[in-house]
């Protein structure tokens, strides 16, 4: 009887996993303000149709209802000098007259910088008088005797 309940149950949510996975599907952004282009649209919040996942038997474009365009290649106003037009952004550098009246010079900086290690620590001196030297006790030495055999 147990047997016969868990096939059940097996059988069951597998069939379920499966219905998920084939049908449609919302798209909700993981982040907010991060959008999900899916073949040059934004797919944010929209429906998509098509096959995903592992029920996936060929590769089928998908089927996307909302969302819109996006641009892969922004538009900037390209600038070609072959064409001998002036861009229309940009820096616009106008020379100075050259008997123009100069600013005073900068006055001179120097900086260095440098690096280097600590000097090392003094090390004491040997003396020359060592430790006395403190003998032990003698002990009695205790009779171990092997046994004869």
Not at 75 to 80: E, F, K, L, S
Not at 132 to 141: G, H, Q, S, Y
Request: aromatic letters at 8%; glycine letters at 10%; proline letters at 15%.
């Amino acid at each position: 009887m147990r047997g016969a309940c868990a096939l059940a149950i097996l059988i069951g949510t597998t069939w379920s996993a499966a219905a998920l996975d084939s049908g449609p599907s919302i798209v909700i952004p993981g982040r907010p303000g991060v959008p999900i282009i899916i073949n040059g649209r934004d797919a944010s919040y929209a429906v998509i149709e098509g096959d995903w996942g592992l029920a996936r038997g060929t590769h089928v474009q998908p089927t996307i209802y909302g969302g819109r365009y996006i641009d892969p290649v922004p538009h900037v106003g390209h600038y070609y000098p072959g064409s001998s037009q002036l861009p229309g952004y940009g820096r616009l550098e106008i020379e100075p007259p050259e008997n123009r009246k100069l600013p005073k010079p900068a006055e001179s900086f120097h900086q260095s910088w440098s690096a280097q290690s600590a000097p090392p620590a003094a090390q004491p001196e040997a003396s020359f008088d060592p430790p006395p030297v403190i003998l032990a006790p003698e002990l009695p030495r205790p009779n171990f005797r092997r046994p004869r055999y």
